[in-house]
């Protein structure tokens, strides 16, 4: 007999373990990997061929078959532990609901109907926010939006939930955070519902979170519970809204300020009728719910506007705007007090005295205003902003001897944007500091590439860019790209920029590199005149409400031939803005005022058409070295 070979296939003894051939080692996985397929009904194989491997591997059958029922018991446990899970948040009498990671409902158990009105199934990929009350959203999201602890607790919160007909349901939710839980993977809110609950807070503790602490009146809690209240009366019930915002109060110093604002509400108290309902808002504003329709609002607005003139105060005359709205049960406290914000801003748009109702060209408004404020952070990225120039004549030699940069905006479907709508909206965000810079890089690099040495720009600088600390380097890369001499660029701010120390050293900082700096709409801000002279300027540029019927009232010619001396007087030349016809050409240069800007000479220029105008140059504004001291080193 021969001896077995390598190749052969070698079967064990009987008690002998599978594995003590290597061709038994080798067999060994793919006999398990068998018999798991036929346990798992799997393999398609032959009969013979399964028989086969079934045999080589009968000895691992019960450790799989142990591992088969044990798997099978996990599962079963899994079904049940969510059948229990599923059974408990549905017959809870506390409403469940469960939310995603972008707190939009997954699930909302049966008992939510009782709570708010609305079908359970009609929730599911609803968004949280559009049921949350938008006073109490902040509050609430940002808890939801906190990591949980390790138990998947997160804190107990209140907000009113707005129910299937409208009205508000104070609901109180226990949060957990059970998104890491397969069993669950969402965050679960246990609501109860506490607006009516027996054992509610201290009356007193009540009564002073519903209080102005200043004037005492209620405050804007108190009014939009006052406000739901009033709209649950129904159609029937008319009822309106008057927004009073009074300027003048805070000029009476920190002391001195809640002695006025006290002496202004009993006077406002006073005039208001037995049904009125005098409140305090936001930002100090004082807010009445009028018995009646807007036209009653109207009345008792200007009347409200009106006692003032008879309340004497440290702070001397107060002065007063107002918006008034209609109460519609359809819209929320919070949507209501909105639309006499709109119409409060609008009044304040046309001054002093003014009273004005929200309306549906209100609304239009801030349906633009929005969308415009929305656009115009991708203009710039778009190539929809440009900028023109306008010049400044020298009037005596008769030639133009600098331009104002200004920036203009192309809206690609409501087309020209004037620049009164557009700037106001960037200087509220801090867009308006890339902007500015943009425009400092652009103008340089323009009048830079013009022919001649001689011409200067003028470019406006935001207070959000003077205090971002950046605007020196700024300036210092826009005239080192463009290679523009310091001379030649003017940083024009306006007067009210001037009370701040920071910018006075920024101010000194430029001048130092031989920038020139003006002060824009020199006028509309007295308070800051005892300041010109200590500070870093060597420009006036004079406001053009100034010129408003200076041909015929007196008393503006007096004004404009004031702020030429006042500026002879401190060695600072005047550049009058806004001179638009030849009437007002001819006055100026008669008073002595020599550099005039405006639509008398030329509309802003393309900067095309600087290039191409033949415009001859002088030095900016007749400066030709700074007029302060260099910065020390």
């Known amino acids: 007999m021969r001896a077995p070979d390598d190749h052969d296939v070698t079967t064990a003894a009987p008690g002998q373990p599978l594995a003590a051939s290597p061709s038994g080692r080798a067999a060994a996985p793919a006999s398990i990997l068998a018999l798991v397929a036929v346990v798992l009904g799997t393999w398609s194989a032959p009969a013979p061929a399964r028989l086969l491997c079934l045999g080589g591997a009968a000895v691992l059958a019960p450790a799989l078959f142990a591992l088969w029922r044990r798997q099978a018991r996990l599962a079963g446990a899994l079904r049940t532990s969510r059948a229990q899970f599923t059974a408990l948040v549905r017959s809870s009498a506390d409403p469940v609901v469960l939310l995603d990671d972008s707190l939009r409902v ?46 998947g607790e997160l804190a107990v919160r209140t907000a009113r939930i707005r129910t299937g007909d409208g009205g508000w349901r104070l609901v109180q939710a226990t949060v957990r955070d059970l998104r890491a839980d397969p069993e669950v993977g969402a965050l679960v809110l246990f609501c109860s519902d506490v607006t009516a609950r027996r054992e509610g807070p201290d009356p007193e503790l009540l009564e002073l979170a519903l209080t102005d602490p200043v004037t005492g009146l209620p405050n804007r809690s108190a009014l939009v519970r006052r406000l739901a209240a009033v709209q649950r009366q129904g159609p029937a019930h008319r009822a309106s809204l008057v927004l009073l915002s009074v300027d003048g109060a805070a000029s009476a110093g ?33 807010v009445v719910l009028v ?45 209501a007090l909105r639309r006499a914000d709109l119409a409060l801003h609008s009044a304040r748009t046309a001054g002093a005295g003014s009273v004005h109702r929200f309306d549906d060209a209100l609304r239009s408004a801030e349906d633009r205003r929005s969308a415009l404020s929305t656009d115009l952070a991708g203009a710039l990225a778009r190539g929809e902003l440009r900028l023109v120039f306008q010049p400044v004549v020298d009037v005596v030699l008769q030639r133009t001897v600098s331009v104002e940069a200004l920036l203009r905006w192309r809206h690609p479907e409501l087309g020209d944007v004037s620049p009164q709508e557009f700037v106001p909206l960037a200087e509220e965000s801090p867009l308006i500091t890339e902007l500015s810079r943009w425009v400092l890089r652009e103008a340089c690099a323009t009048v830079a590439g013009l022919p001649g040495e001689e011409l200067a720009v003028a470019v406006n600088v935001s207070a959000r860019h003077v205090h971002s600390g950046e605007l020196v380097a700024d300036v210092v890369a826009a005239l080192g790209t463009s290679g523009l001499p310091a001379s030649r660029l003017v940083v024009e701010l306006t007067e009210s920029m001037l009370l701040d120390s920071h910018v006075a050293d920024e101010l000194q900082t430029l001048r130092g590199l031989g920038v020139r700096i003006a002060v824009d709409d020199f006028g509309t801000g007295w308070s800051s005149l005892a300041y ?18 200076v041909e015929h009232d007196p008393q503006r010619r007096a004004l404009c031939r004031g702020v030429l001396q006042l500026g002879t007087s401190l060695g600072l030349p005047v550049v009058v803005e806004g001179v638009t016809t030849t009437g007002q050409l001819a006055l100026l240069r008669d008073m002595g005022h020599r550099y005039l800007q405006g639509y008398a000479f030329a509309r802003p220029l393309e900067a095309g058409q600087l290039a191409d105008g033949g415009w001859p140059t002088a030095v900016a504004v007749g400066l030709d070295a700074p007029a302060g001291p260099a910065v020390p080193s």
């Open 106 to 151: 997954t699930f909302a158990s049966p008992a939510i109907a009782a709570l708010l009105g609305r079908d359970p199934a009609e929730l599911p990929g609803l968004p949280l926010a559009h049921a949350v009350h938008q006073d109490d959203r902040r509050t609430l999201f940002a808890t939801l939006r906190t990591q949980a602890d390790d138990h």
């Open 254 to 286: 920190p002391g001195a300020e809640t002695a006025v604002l006290r002496a202004l509400t009993s006077r406002l108290a006073r005039e208001l009728r037995g049904e009125d309902w005098l409140t305090r808002g936001k930002d100090g504003d004082f």
């Open 291 to 335: 018995d009646g329709g807007v036209a009653d609002a109207e009345v008792v607005a200007a009347r409200l506007i009106a006692t003032l003139r008879w309340l004497a105060t440290p702070a001397g005359r107060l002065t007063a705007t107002a918006g008034v709205t209609g109460l519609a049960a359809d819209v929320d406290p919070g949507e």
């Open 532 to 549: 010109l002279a200590g500070m870093p300027v060597d420009l006036l540029k004079m406001d053009q409400h100034f010129l408003a019927d």
